[in-house]
């Protein structure tokens, strides 16, 4: 009888891709509507319009898309040495590995936008991630820095699903329910608020700025927890956006019931729930959730601990409700990172989150077996879209003299989003 190797059983075989079109240049679709093939363009979730997506106005040059690796590649490197302190480059964890290449940073957003920090001589900061991240790091980042975003078409789907309007028009509904002034909540006799809105960092700065006008605060996936126990302590309940997953659980980890979580749809009057169900709610979720994570499955752990017993599977919170439970570990982008570097030679580690990250872990601990819980590979669509192409044309027109694809927050959105980040480096775990 023939044994077949751990990488048999796993298969870890070039898997097929998702779309594709993820074999084409970017530049093929900046120009349709939409997040790129792979995305969430096709998931149906009613009524939500990107409208916190930019414009994309112009294309990349025709020069720059008939330019062979070799030679973008070169004038990538040329521009970085003419450039020098000037200049620094920011690359996330999901961004593909010739971009990556060129990063003086690689982390997760809110790592990147305090990397940046650390460099207050550089006249540029060249995000090489989505659009809300660019605009976090124009957000902290000085007066005279010039936060650029290569190719303006690089949006997040999630981001997306939570617009200014839809939040605004929740939250006038949501004081209808509890009876407060939207604009002026008052603690009660318990000095507790009705409701506190919390953001993910993955939203606009529109809606960071509408938390921190509102007496709310910005997570991320490394400290939701920290965040909602603060919130706690200022009100009876939260509305967390845009991320239906990573709130659902958050809070069940710290022991808050699901049906105390009902789901808020935007689209429906009461969000979809009964004034009964409200009055009992601890967390309302927003109804949205991230294209990439939301492809991970229970099966697919099931089927790793087939082929590969003895795996260790961390997948991130960004998945649904049983992928995380399934799961032996979960975490965000960081706190995978430190699962891999804390693992031994000769582990089998699976990993549900976006597969460059995975396979570049892969490459880092070749004395481990590291591999993506899904067979099909699925780029972050939209982080794909900076292409080296891209990045060399922004860094040409910098060497020259002029700011492309600049992403700057006006001061009337800046200033109350920065109320919301302050409030969130501020909370400290109990
Ligand atoms: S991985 Fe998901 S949440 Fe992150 S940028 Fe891509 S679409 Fe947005």
Redesign the pocket.
């Known amino acids: 009888m023939t044994t077949l190797s751990i990488h048999q059983r796993i298969n870890l075989a070039p898997a097929q891709t998702c779309h594709d079109s993820l074999a084409d240049d970017p530049w093929a679709f900046d120009a349709i509507p939409g997040y790129g093939p792979g ?1 969430s363009q096709d998931d149906s979730v009613p009524g939500f319009a990107p409208t916190n997506a930019i414009a994309r106005p112009g294309q990349l040059p025709e020069a720059y898309r008939s330019m062979n690796d070799e030679e973008l590649h070169r004038r990538i490197r040329q521009a970085k040495a003419t450039l020098g302190d000037k200049l620094v480059i920011l690359g996330h964890f ?1 961004q593909r590995d010739e971009v990556v290449q060129h990063a003086d940073f690689v982390g997760d957003s809110f790592q990147l936008a305090n990397a940046a920090l650390t460099r207050p001589q550089a006249e540029a900061i060249v995000f090489c991630g ?1 659009h809300f991240m660019a605009e976090t790091a124009d957000i902290l980042s000085t007066a005279e820095q010039k936060v650029i975003l290569p190719n303006l078409a690089a949006g ?4 997306d699903m939570a617009d200014e309007d839809s939040v605004e028009t929740a939250w006038e509904d949501i004081a209808a329910v509890y009876g407060f002034d939207p604009e002026n909540p008052k603690p009660d006799a318990y000095g507790k608020l009705p409701v506190i809105p919390v953001t993910y960092m ?1 939203s606009s700065a529109a809606l960071k700025a509408f938390c921190g006008r509102h007496g709310g605060i910005v997570c991320t996936s490394s400290n939701a927890a920290t965040v909602l126990e603060w919130a706690f302590e200022r009100a009876h309940r939260v509305l967390f956006f845009p991320d239906q997953h990573l709130g659902r659980n958050t809070a069940k980890a710290m022991g808050i019931p699901l049906e105390q979580m009902p789901m808020w749809n935007p689209r429906q009057p009461q969000g979809g729930n009964t004034a009964e169900d409200l009055q009992h709610a601890k967390v309302l979720l927003w109804h949205g959730f ?4 939301r492809r991970f499955t229970v099966d697919q752990i099931d089927k790793a601990r087939r082929d590969a017993p003895g795996v260790k599977v961390i997948v991130h919170p ?1 998945c649904p409700m049983p992928v995380v439970d399934a799961a032996d570990a979960s975490g965000s982008t960081d706190a995978i990172q430190k699962f891999v570097a804390a693992s031994q030679p000769g582990d089998v580690i699976a990993v549900g989150t ?1 597969i460059n990250m995975v396979n570049r872990l892969a490459a880092q601990y070749p004395d481990r077996t590291i591999f993506c819980l899904d067979p099909v590979i699925c780029p ?1 669509s ?2 794909y879209r900076i292409h080296p192409g891209y990045l060399a044309w922004v860094l040409d027109d910098l060497v020259a003299g002029r700011v492309s694809n600049q992403i700057s927050v006006p001061e009337q959105i800046a200033a109350p989003a920065k109320v919301a980040l302050d409030r969130m480096l501020a909370a400290k775990p109990r």
Request: aromatic fraction near 6%; hydrophobic fraction near 30%; charge should be negative.
């Open positions: 995305s999901y989505v997040c789907s999630m981001a993955n991230c294209s990439v994570h960004e976006e972050c939209t982080m």
